[in-house]
């Protein structure tokens, strides 16, 4: 069984703050790291993702570090604003194509 | 480029009644994807097609869900006979291929079963 375990379940930030939520996943299988988030009503939407041989891949205000040897992974958002609470989910990807999605965090940024 | 479209958007019906969701992904991906958020957790896969053919169904309730992709655009997810635990989000996603590619997901379809 494929388990993947995120956390915190909820986040709640200032805005200007630092956002940081991980994962950790029990399988090696995984080829692919994204972080996905969903708006209310809205379907999963990539945001950012990270291969297994890079340790740390960075796009604007968005980070994830990658420890492969610990079997985790975690999306930092810098200087956090309000349009950014929303609920994030880790998604491993298995060399299938098939996403394994995390539990969720619903991310809450306080103007 | 348009986006994964579903309809439809809501769908409620009383348990034992039937249901079927349709999904038309963006042009040219050859992956298709179904998967099942219940609300407050994170979407699992129920099904995932290869062009029109499955490559994983292991996670769908195949005694009530089924589902077809045609002539490998196209495709429609039924529910014969609904459950109360079927209530949830049904998205639909697709991708160039399962490689290291981006999955799109689609607006979803909130389905209440009472």
């Known amino acids: 069984q494929q388990q993947v375990k995120q956390s915190p379940q909820s986040l709640i930030v200032q805005k200007g703050g630092i956002s940081i939520i991980n994962c950790a996943y029990e399988?090696?299988?995984?080829?692919?790291f994204p972080w996905y988030q969903q708006f209310p009503g809205k379907g999963p939407a990539l945001l950012i993702a990270i291969r297994p041989d890079v340790s740390e891949k960075k796009e604007g205000r968005f980070t994830i570090s990658f420890n492969k040897s610990a079997k985790q992974f975690s999306l930092h958002i810098m200087d956090s604003q309000p349009g950014d609470s929303a609920t994030y989910f880790c998604?491993?990807?298995?060399?299938?194509?098939?996403?394994?999605f995390g539990q969720g965090t619903e991310l809450s940024v306080k103007p | 480029e348009a986006g994964v479209a579903q309809s439809p958007r809501y769908k409620i019906i009383e348990k034992r009644q039937s249901v079927a969701f349709w999904c038309n992904p963006i042009s040219g991906h050859a992956t298709l994807y179904w998967y099942q958020q219940i609300l407050g957790q994170g979407p699992k896969l129920l099904i995932q097609?290869?062009?029109?053919?499955?490559?994983?169904d292991s996670q769908l309730p195949k005694d009530r869900f089924s589902a077809e992709r045609l002539k490998g655009v196209d495709s429609t997810l039924k529910i014969q006979p609904a459950k109360l635990e079927d209530s949830a989000v049904y998205l639909c996603?697709?991708?160039f291929g399962t490689g290291p590619y981006e999955q799109y997901f689609g607006p979803g379809t909130r389905l209440t079963v009472t």
């Open positions: 097609f290869q062009n029109n053919g499955v490559v994983d």
């Open positions: 399988n090696t299988a995984f080829d692919y």
């Open positions: 998604a491993p990807k298995t060399q299938g194509g098939k996403l394994i």
């Open positions: 996603a697709s991708s």
